[in-house]
């Protein structure tokens, strides 16, 4: 599985637009991007997932180099309630185990 | 997506005992979930992966005598911590894997504290 490595923290202001770049130099030819939100005393919750490019969804967009070597998860306007651990994960398809990194802890501040 | 549920969401026991926490996969039938551990400020890390019908999977340095598995059927597994000490205080979140990409639906977690 491919090591990930993020900030250890960021800081924003209600309202911003806030990117959280995941460097995954060893990304293999078959392996996803997966990043998921954590709340504190809750379980992760899945956010977004790419293989190349870009992808959005109602709460997120994932920019994807073409090396792949690292992917970029923005988050747009963010509010409080976005205060949480965001986590990058890359593996296979048929991969089953998740190996987490130390996530991002995003402070969003009034 | 796949509803998990935790049961129970926090337990509170003495050094000694066992506690057995469950996982449920409400609407998902799965043959594998996954159980990790998360220390307060910490990452999660994964322990075991819980095989319908067959022996559970321990990471390494995790010790497959003190953290029981047993994944019954298709929707429920069940982690029972043996002999609990203080140091085995953490927050519990199992998770049910989706049936091809790199996604899993996670349970609520349970918090348990050692005395």
């Known amino acids: 599985l491919a090591k990930t490595t993020q900030p250890i923290s960021m800081d924003s202001y209600e309202g911003q637009e806030v990117n959280i770049t995941c460097s995954h130099n060893n990304i293999a030819t078959n392996d996803y991007i997966t990043w998921y939100q954590q709340f504190p005393s809750q379980g992760p919750r899945f956010i977004i997932q790419g293989y190349k490019t870009k992808v959005t969804n109602e709460v997120a967009s994932l920019f994807i180099p073409a090396d792949r070597k690292s992917s970029t998860l923005s988050l747009p306007r963010v509010s409080l309630s976005d205060t949480a651990v965001y986590y990058c994960l890359v593996g296979g398809l048929n991969t089953d185990k998740l190996i987490f990194g130390t996530g991002t802890r995003l402070q969003v501040f009034p | ?115």
Request: charged share 15%; with cysteine; aromatic share 10%.
């Open chain 2, 1 to 115: 997506g796949a509803v998990v549920s935790q049961h129970p969401s926090r337990v509170i026991c003495k050094s000694g005992t066992s506690v057995k926490i469950e996982c449920r996969s409400l609407d998902f039938q799965a043959t594998t979930m996954f159980w990790y551990r998360q220390f307060p400020k910490k990452s999660l890390m994964l322990m075991a992966t819980s095989n319908e019908g067959s022996k559970a999977t321990y990471e390494q340095g995790v010790e497959k005598d003190k953290f029981l598995i047993n994944h019954a059927s298709l929707t429920l597994s069940t982690l029972t911590v043996t002999s609990a000490h203080p140091e085995d205080s953490s927050f519990y979140i199992c998770s049910v894997p989706t049936s091809s990409y790199n996604e899993q639906f996670f349970g609520p977690g349970t918090r348990l504290t050692v005395l």
